[in-house]
């Protein structure tokens, strides 16, 4: 499984960033298509995810109604949609795919947001 991540970058507070995971080698059935983040000295942490038909999201609580996720499954690709950003969102951002057993569960290299203020 091999988990490409873009779209990471400088922007200023109050701007937009959309990041991208292409998704490769899944033979598994997906349960679920995430975004996790993880700032300097701090544990990682949820963001975003996205069932496999598409019709479950959910959010962290600090990112609702400023972040959207959302599917291609033709090109499998999951996006972060990231606006009204703010300096707190500055982090390596991840893509994470799960499937129904414990194994299936892979992770990006990651990609920096960097908010500035």
């Known amino acids: 499984v091999q988990l490409v991540e873009s779209g990471g970058g400088l922007v200023q507070a109050g701007g937009s960033l959309r990041l991208s995971c292409a998704a490769s080698g899944i033979t598994f059935t997906i349960n679920a298509q995430n975004w996790y983040r993880q700032a300097p000295g701090k544990q990682r942490e949820f963001v975003a995810a996205?069932?496999?038909?598409?019709?479950?999201?959910s959010y962290a609580a600090s990112v609702k109604g400023r972040f959207t996720i959302s599917k291609d499954n033709n090109k499998n690709t999951i996006y972060l949609q990231m606006s009204s950003l703010e300096p707190e969102d500055t982090a390596v951002y991840y893509c994470?795919?799960?499937?129904?057993?414990?194994?299936?569960?892979?992770w990006g290299q990651g990609t920096q947001v960097t908010v500035s203020s």
């Open positions: 994470n795919v799960r499937g129904r057993y414990p194994g299936e569960n892979f």
């Open positions: 996205i069932t496999s038909s598409n019709i479950i999201t």
